[in-house]
Each structure stands twice: as C-alpha cells, then as structure tokens.
C-alpha cells in the first residue's frame, strides 16, 4: 500500500513539474513575440538624404518652402511607413506621415 501511495505522489510530483515547465516556457514565448511586434511598430530615425525621392518631392510639392527637420521609418514586410518633422515657411513644426510612394497618410 504504502508503495502505491508513494508511486501515486512521485507521478504527481512530475506531472505537476511538468505543467509549471510548459507554463514558463509559454510565457516566455508570448514575451518574446510581445518585443518582437514592439519592435516593429517603432520608428527608427534615418538620415533625410535616405528618404525616397518621391517622400522628398511630396513635401517640396505641398509644402512649398518647408524644410525636413527629422526624419522616421517603420518598416514592415509589406511596405515602409515615414514619420517626418517638418518646419513650414511660416515657422510652424508639423509632424507628417508618408509612404515610401509619397503618398499621405492619416494619422489622427
């Protein structure tokens, strides 16, 4: 009897071990993805002369006489999105978002 109780609790013991292992390791996993998307909806600041010509040319074309005070990208597998700080000819900072077509995007 006392070997069957004993056989009873070594089995509990692994199973209840086990189930606390496959936990940690889950949560592991989602904080890991959890970075992993953090980090591809940030922005990275690059260098206004890498900004596609067709960005550039959308704010000299709508934006007459304003100058790119900083420049963004957030890149996806599909496509990259532009953060630009912009100084207007009136001294205004606007804070503008672009694809890498020149196209604006809404971001309010």
Known sequence: MKKICLSVVAASAILFSTQT????????????VEQTVAQQTEFTQVAIEDLPAAVQQAVERDFAGAVI???????????????????????????????AEGNWLDKE
């Open 21 to 32: 292992l496959s936990a940690q390791a889950t949560v592991q996993e989602e904080v890991a």
């Open 69 to 99: 005070a900083e420049a963004h990208v957030k890149e996806t597998e599909a496509s990259q999105e532009f953060k630009l700080v912009i100084q207007t000819a009136d001294g205004e900072q606007k804070e503008l978002y672009a694809d």
